[in-house]
């Protein structure tokens, strides 16, 4: 089982943080609530090999962040303003990849958006250069500590690889590629499994 981080409490840690809670502790949840969820609940074995996450959006706010772990990665999940959105199409001229036809994506996400739901967007927090984990920098302009013609987006501060908020790198950053995006499916509306797709990647 993995609980979620606010990344707009912890926005100013480097790297990225997961809690997760342990074995016992999910099967000690498991036998309160009976057998349904001791099958539920997938194994901390499950976990490090790989298994699928199930990750609740329903509660996430507009501009909201929160960061899953999937295979030892941190997964966020940012839910993007119609600014946010709007935004990505000023940026491209100065992308280094703005289609990602070179970045590591599923091919059923496409677009500037590269996301299934545009409001909904779900990428590796992995760094392309050497794996540091970004932060999110989603104020925009003079709100930002970025300069005033920041975009909003995710810096890198191990070697200031900036990225927009579909994670496509800036021009002049060492970062090669865009962030990945991982395989993932709609449940429901309101839940996204990290992991799977409906290939069954
Ligand atoms: S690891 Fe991100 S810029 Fe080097």
């Not at 590591?104 to 739901?117: C, D, L, N």
């Amino acid at each position: 089982m993995t609980a979620i981080v606010n990344d707009q409490v912890d926005e100013k840690k480097r790297r990225w943080l997961i809690v997760t809670t342990s074995a016992a502790g999910a099967a000690a949840a498991a036998g309160v609530a009976g057998p349904f969820l001791m099958s539920w609940f997938p194994s901390a074995r499950a976990l490090a090999a790989g298994a699928p996450v199930e990750v609740p959006i329903d509660k996430l706010e507009l501009g909201q962040q929160i960061t899953v772990e999937w295979r030892g990665k941190p997964i966020w999940v940012l839910r993007r303003t119609k600014e946010m959105l709007d935004g990505l199409e000023k940026v491209d001229p100065v992308l280094v990849d703005p289609e990602s036809k070179a970045s590591e994506q599923p091919t059923y996400v496409s677009g500037r958006a590269r996301s299934i739901k545009p409001e909904y967007f779900i990428c590796e927090g992995v760094c392309t250069h050497l794996g540091c984990s970004p932060t999110l920098k989603k104020e925009i302009g003079a709100a930002s500590d970025m300069g005033a013609d920041w975009p909003g987006g995710y810096y890198c501060p191990c070697h200031n690889s900036r990225f927009d908020l579909a994670a496509r790198v800036f021009k002049g950053s060492p970062a090669p590629a865009n962030l990945k995006i991982p395989p993932h499916r709609y449940q429901t509306d309101a839940v996204v499994v990290i992991g799977e797709d409906t290939k069954g990647a």
